[in-house]
């Protein structure tokens, strides 16, 4: 028995606990990267039709986002009673809840949690692509109101309060390149 891990029932208990909650991680980031995916093909698309149907269930996934913050902390109190004695303050991570099963246990949950790991980084690169194309956009919409208005872009005008705004809003090409 390796000394590092918990054992008997509470190891059960745990490798339970840890299969649920990553089943629940897994069920939400592959809705959010569904709906991410489907923004992508929406600026292809160009048209709000496409944009509508792109953010429908958004708003489910954004409640199931906001539950899995509460699952979170739940998960991390019970994983931490279950490997501490007695009551903690500190939570443990998933990682460390992992670490601390048993090894038939552990390799029966890396696989599934290997997927979630690299769902996570999928919708990270999918947020990333997101945030761009809505960037060059919202450059592009600036560089309108600019030349409706006669406005040079330095002028501060859509600053708050009249200041210049922050370089946050430069064009992405003067920030970047």
Request: proline content about 3%; hydrophobic content about 40%; aromatic content about 4%.
């Amino acid at each position: 028995m390796e000394s590092d891990t918990i054992t008997g029932k509470s190891d059960e208990r745990l490798a339970q606990l840890c299969a649920e909650h990553l089943e629940h991680e897994e069920t939400l980031l592959a809705a959010a990267s569904r709906i991410a995916r489907a923004i992508l093909a929406a600026f292809k698309a160009r048209g709000p039709e496409s944009f509508r149907a792109a953010l429908q269930g958004q708003a489910e996934v954004a409640a199931a986002a906001v539950k899995m913050n509460a699952r979170r902390r739940r998960f991390h109190e019970e994983a931490a009673r279950l490997t501490r004695t007695g009551a903690s303050d500190q939570p443990i991570s998933l990682t460390d809840a992992l670490a601390a099963l048993g090894a038939s246990h552990r390799a029966r949950l890396e696989p599934v949690a290997t997927r979630v790991r690299h769902l996570a980084q999928e919708l990270a690169d999918l947020n990333y692509r997101v945030s761009v194309h809505i960037r060059v956009h919202l450059n592009a919409y600036r560089s309108i109101l600019n030349d409706l208005t006669g406005t040079s872009p330095s002028s501060g005008r859509y600053g708050p309060a009249g200041t210049a705004e922050s370089a946050d809003y430069r064009p992405l090409l003067l920030l970047h390149g």
